[in-house]
């Protein structure tokens, strides 16, 4: 809409400026007036101020401004309501807030797609506002997009199983999507069209149904969620082992003085050097993190790694601390954490 309305106020200005040559030209030739003369009376005439000709016309010329009249009269109307909804739009701070944020969507790269903003997509947002990483949401529903949209919070209104949406939405560059639609076959859409789209790109869906399990995994899924299990589990541990599980969900806090766990590469620890294990890191003396965890190149985990664990390039290590000790590993091993 943006867009017709911008060629719409362009077509004004050319009609305008295609009005005022075409009196000049006529006034100039049919009315013999000079160049000036020629220019003036087309101002006035365009302007209906109601003055008197700079001299006599002649029948020919008066034919012209005839026509010259009824013609700048409908040019005249027509560009004053497109120049005055042109101006109105542009000072509209919605318009100028979906701009601004159009205009950020375009630099995204590496970035998170989430489809649809409903209480997972809302819970995913904020959990990636927590950890500073790029995302933007693909919604349809108009009301919401008014509602939530921010430069902190991107909004794209559009249907996230049209690929015009998920071109727009950046699909080409972005290294994650999630799927949180209501309806699993609408997930399962967007899933075929995403992997079709980006081999590459890491895909997450929701699903309410076990059925639909196993056939968001076939069409490309790399994880699939089931949040109601997930909760149904998640209560039914708090009977069985509840001091375990308030252990865990307090790992999973964001914030000073909460536990945190981060995965990071090990190439960032050795810093180019080779056979280097956990043990010459040093990590937990250097910083208070513990490592907890190994990820092979391959993708194999080691819990609990032995010292002597060596470190592949490409594999990753999970470490646990808090705040202040992960924010000293960053600042010694010169690393941007993982979540920004």
Avoid at 56 to 79: C, E, H, Y
Avoid at 86 to 96: A, R
Avoid at 229 to 240: K, P, T, Y
Wanted: net charge positive.
């Amino acid at each position: 809409m943006a867009r017709t309305l911008q060629n719409k106020f362009h077509i004004a200005i050319s009609l305008l400026t295609g009005l005022i040559f075409l009196g000049t030209i006529g006034f100039r030739y049919i009315a013999n007036y000079n160049w000036i003369n020629s220019l003036y009376m087309t101002v006035i005439t365009i302007a209906t101020v109601g003055y008197g000709e700079v001299a006599p016309l002649s029948d020919q010329a008066k034919l012209f401004t005839t026509f010259f009249i009824i013609t700048s009269v409908t040019v005249i109307a027509f560009s004053l309501s497109v120049i005055t909804e042109y101006i109105v739009k542009q000072s509209n701070p919605m318009l100028i807030q979906h701009r601004k944020i159009k205009k950020m969507i375009s630099t995204f790269e590496n970035h998170i797609i989430i489809c649809g903003y409903g209480r997972n997509g809302k819970q995913v947002a904020k959990k990636l506002l927590a950890h500073k990483r790029p995302f933007l949401v693909i919604e349809g529903v108009k009301e919401t997009v008014d509602r939530f949209q921010s430069e902190t919070v991107p909004m794209l209104w559009g249907d996230a199983i049209d690929d015009e949406s998920l071109k727009k939405a950046g699909i080409y560059k972005a290294s994650t999507i999630i799927c949180t639609l209501p309806e699993d076959a609408d997930n399962l859409f967007v899933v075929l069209s995403a992997r079709q789209m980006n081999k590459d790109l890491r895909i997450i869906s929701r699903a309410s149904k076990p059925s639909s399990y196993r056939k968001l995994k076939l069409a490309g899924a790399d994880n699939v969620i089931m949040p109601d299990r997930i909760g149904g589990d998640h209560m039914a541990s708090l009977v069985v082992v509840p001091d375990l599980i308030e252990f865990l969900d307090n790992i999973s806090l964001v914030g000073d003085g909460s536990v945190n766990i981060e995965e990071i590469p090990s190439d960032k620890l050795t810093q180019g050097k080779e056979n280097q294990s956990i043990i010459d890191l040093d990590i937990r003396s250097r910083t208070g993190c513990t490592i907890i965890g190994y990820k092979s190149p391959e993708g194999k985990y080691v819990i609990n790694p032995n010292a002597s664990q060596f470190l592949e390039s490409k594999s990753k290590i999970i470490v646990l601390g808090d705040a202040v000790q992960i924010k000293k590993l960053n600042k010694l091993y010169d690393i941007s954490t993982t979540f920004e």
